[in-house]
């Protein structure tokens, strides 16, 4: 399996000639689904869901399909019938060749006063790969690459810390870190690295890793 690490939340992933892309949002670059077969998205906040991305994959391949939770299948479905899956926790189905579980139901706390929004993680080939949006899911099962939400408005760095040490991953590769600064980044890396437990990695965007 081929991972490449696209701007922030976004990541493409290849496995036998076949491409699945997960949260291709504002942040990252505007052909980030292109090309993909699928589609996954993770919830509605703009640097995860951006329509005008969707559009694009979907215009370009008939063949493209999204899979995501109802709060963003209702925005796009009608333009696209039959091509936008609505999933929930508990979900299994099969995309691009790569066997998926949805893991999770609502987005990490932000601020007691602002509601939560559901939010979902996609658990990919009986753990290979998990990526759990903005939220600090545990799937409940062994993970060989975790994509670690490494800085958000709704996280702190003993969080992430502690949520490697939860999920025990072989590796985790940092996810979610467009507003990290090249200045702030090596105290995460050292910080998560030495205290995790896992072996803590980071792409630049458009780097890949043979996982």
Not at 21 to 43: C, K, Q, R, W, Y
Not at 136 to 164: C, F, H, Q, S
């Amino acid at each position: 399996m081929k991972l490449t690490k696209k701007i922030h939340a976004c990541v493409r992933l290849e496995k036998d000639g076949r491409t699945l892309v997960i949260d291709p949002g504002g942040f990252s670059e505007e052909n980030a689904a292109v090309g993909a077969e699928a589609i996954l998205v993770t919830h509605e906040h703009p640097d995860h869901f951006d329509e005008g991305r969707l559009r694009a994959a979907l215009d370009a391949d008939p063949a493209t399909e999204i899979w995501t939770l109802k709060s963003v299948a209702d925005k796009i479905s009608a333009a696209f019938p039959g091509r936008v899956h609505t999933v929930g926790h508990g979900d299994t189905f099969e995309a691009a060749g790569f066997d998926v579980q949805v893991h999770g139901e609502l987005h990490a706390v932000i601020h007691p006063d602002i509601p939560r929004i559901t939010n979902v993680g996609y658990l990919l080939d009986g753990g290979r790969v998990f990526h759990p949006g903005d939220a600090l899911t545990d799937p409940g099962r062994p993970v060989e690459t975790l994509m670690l939400p490494v800085m958000a408005p709704w996280n702190k760095i003993a969080e992430v810390i502690d949520y490697v040490r939860e999920v025990r991953p072989q590796r985790a590769y940092d996810i979610h870190d467009a507003l990290l600064t090249d200045l702030a980044r090596p105290i995460y890396d050292r910080q998560i690295g030495e205290l995790g437990g896992t072996d803590h990695l980071r792409l630049t965007p458009g780097e890949c890793a043979s996982l």
